[in-house]
């Protein structure tokens, strides 16, 4: 694909293990020739797998992909304890018992599924009083961490061909630590459990599509990502590529009359009443959101708020 076609977009990246995210974030800014670029999603060195990278003015989409779910393939490794809690850290605990059986696995998985407190590790890009967390466990120094609330939407536990190991699927939500979700099945096993491997599959949401049914729907997978090196050769394949407009599918799109229009880029609120009958904005409710279009394509985010002179579409967001 034509890199002059790439900008404001999000790139779709496989990260490699041994590359930190901002690594891949300077690969796309050479590849593409762009100053500015940002990840959603921080990815350990250790993980591999989908690694969405904005960029230029897609950089402002970043509030918008932050709280989505994600689809991991982990390996746990059991009777093994580290400080770090995967395999690059410090054995601390060795288990030299019998070890649990995979239907031991299967029958404890269901305790960890559901809405959870997790405590964040000390190995991770938290911070606290400005310092990032795993800074302060380099130096050797633990603080009390609040826990934060979670969702586990399903783990689904599968044999691996390695001793000792087990493949683990996991759906959850923002801010789930899978190495800490391994140690606290280990724990819970008796028997201690490290990560000895991570792979984000896939990076979406889960949405409700019928009356009590939930799907996960994603907007970026590892099927559609580009390579790293196929990346730093500039080779980036369309399907790897993301329109900002397209993070908003839910979103109508409209378009404002010509006076309207610049009004309404220029800071303007726009009231329905003034709208003409066939507007597909006319009979909007209160909160509804929109994709706001000009005559150089998809710019802006507009929201129905409630005036003193009624209601009206406001920019909330300017692309």
């Known amino acids: 694909m034509n890199n002059t076609n790439l900008q404001n977009c999000i790139i779709n990246v496989f990260k490699p293990e041994g590359i930190t995210s901002q690594g891949v974030v300077t690969a796309v800014k050479r590849a593409l020739n762009v100053k500015t670029a940002g990840h959603c999603g921080t990815l350990d060195p250790l993980a591999t797998g989908v690694l969405p990278v904005m960029v230029e003015r897609a950089v402002k989409a970043s509030e918008y992909l932050t709280d989505h779910d994600k689809l991991y393939l982990a390996k746990m490794k059991l009777g093994v304890v580290t400080d770090t809690g995967d395999i690059t850290g410090n054995v601390l605990k060795t288990f030299e018992g019998k070890l649990p059986t995979f239907s031991d696995i299967v029958e404890i998985i269901p305790r960890f599924k559901g809405e959870i407190i997790q405590i964040p590790p000390m190995y991770s890009a938290l911070k606290m009083d400005g310092k990032k967390l795993?800074?302060?466990?380099?130096?050797?120094?633990?603080?009390?961490?609040?826990?934060?609330?979670?969702?586990?939407?399903?783990?689904?536990?599968?044999?691996?061909d390695a001793e000792s190991e087990i493949i683990l699927y996991v759906l959850c939500s923002r801010g789930t630590y899978i190495r800490t979700l391994i140690e606290d099945i280990g724990n819970a096993l008796g028997c201690g459990a490290t990560m000895s491997a991570l792979c984000r599959k896939a990076v979406g949401n889960v949405e409700l599509v019928d009356s009590c049914k939930k799907e996960f729907v994603p907007m970026f997978s590892d099927e559609n990502a580009v390579s790293f090196d196929d990346l730093k050769k500039g080779e980036i394949p369309e399907r790897a590529v993301t329109r900002v407009e397209?993070?908003?599918?839910?979103?109508?799109?409209?378009?404002?009359?010509?006076?309207?229009?610049r009004l309404f880029f220029s800071g303007c609120e726009i009231y329905l009443s003034k709208l003409p009958m066939e507007h597909p904005a006319k009979k909007a409710k209160l909160g509804d959101v929109f994709r706001i279009y000009g005559k150089e394509?998809?710019?802006?985010l507009g929201e129905v708020k409630e005036y003193e002179a009624g209601f009206a579409v406001k920019q909330i967001k300017r692309f």
Do not use: C, N
């Open 134 to 160: 795993y800074d302060l466990a380099r130096q050797g120094i633990e603080v009390e961490r609040k826990g934060r609330k979670i969702t586990v939407y399903s783990i689904t536990p599968e044999k691996s």
């Open 297 to 300: 394509g998809f710019l802006a």
């Open 246 to 261: 397209d993070v908003f599918p839910k979103y109508e799109k409209i378009t404002f009359p010509d006076f309207y229009e």
